[in-house]
């Protein structure tokens, strides 16, 4: 079973942020939060990952709580593009742990 | 583009029949991990090769079975399909045993009749 609890579905004004919120009060020590999103009828797109320090790349940033027991990705300006369902995972360390997803939030961006 | 393609993209059986579907693994990594979707829900694990061996598997029955090639290609086979088999099959790369991201491909859809 996953270990995240996600909002179902949000809305986000194209242009502005999108704050996409995870419970992972669960997660233990070794374990990381990883945000994957899924377009329409296409593979899971990987978007960041961390382990307890905020991380940011060229699509979002990752903000994670100090107790680590919650996290919220932030896309600073959605466009239409980013509408699609956003997937937050917690994984072990180990390379042999699979990905597991729970529903996700059905993020959508208006015009 | 992340470099995993999987063939074919769609695909009818009819139950009880057998199914191959493939995967090739994008440049440099070792590891091959493949999902069922089903509509309306997230992917499932099913299991995943590292260098030709399998270490790792989900819920799923003996008659899904892969094989992973020495060029990290893969292949997933499901025996005696049943109705339920009818989903999105996707595979994923990753480069090693290390945390790292993993790589999909735009998936296989199934359909069993």
């Known amino acids: 079973d996953a270990k995240t609890t996600q909002p179902t579905s949000m809305d986000c004004a194209e242009g502005r942020a999108a704050n996409l919120p995870c419970n992972h009060s669960?997660?233990?020590?070794?374990?990381?939060v990883y945000w994957y999103r899924q377009i329409h009828s296409q593979g899971p797109q990987y978007i960041i990952h961390?382990?307890?320090n905020n991380e940011t790349n060229e699509m979002a940033s990752l903000i994670i709580t100090e107790d680590r027991k919650s996290s919220t990705l932030i896309l600073p300006h959605a466009t239409l593009r980013d509408t699609a369902v956003y997937y937050c995972?917690?994984?072990?360390?180990?390379?042999?742990?699979?990905?597991?997803f729970g529903k996700g939030t059905r993020l959508s961006v208006i015009a | 583009e992340t470099g995993v393609t999987q063939s074919p993209t769609h695909l009818i059986k009819t139950r009880g029949q057998q199914v191959t579907l493939r995967c090739s693994s994008q440049?440099?990594?070792?590891?091959v991990s493949w999902y069922q979707q089903a509509l309306g829900q997230g992917p499932q694990f099913i299991f995943q090769?590292?260098?030709?061996?399998?270490?790792g598997r989900g819920n799923f029955p003996p008659r899904f079975s892969g094989l992973q090639f020495p060029n990290y290609s893969s292949e997933l086979n499901v025996n005696a399909l049943e109705l339920d088999d009818s989903a999105l099959y996707l595979c994923?790369?990753?480069?090693?045993?290390?945390?790292?991201?993993?790589?999909f491909g735009q998936g296989t859809r199934l359909t069993v009749v």
């Open positions: 994923a790369s990753s480069a090693g045993q290390q945390n790292t991201e993993a790589f």
């Open positions: 669960t997660i233990s020590g070794n374990e990381y």
């Open positions: 961390g382990l307890k």
């Open positions: 995972i917690v994984r072990g360390r180990s390379g042999n742990t699979p990905l597991v």
């Open positions: 440049s440099g990594h070792n590891t």
């Open positions: 090769y590292y260098r030709e061996e399998e270490n």
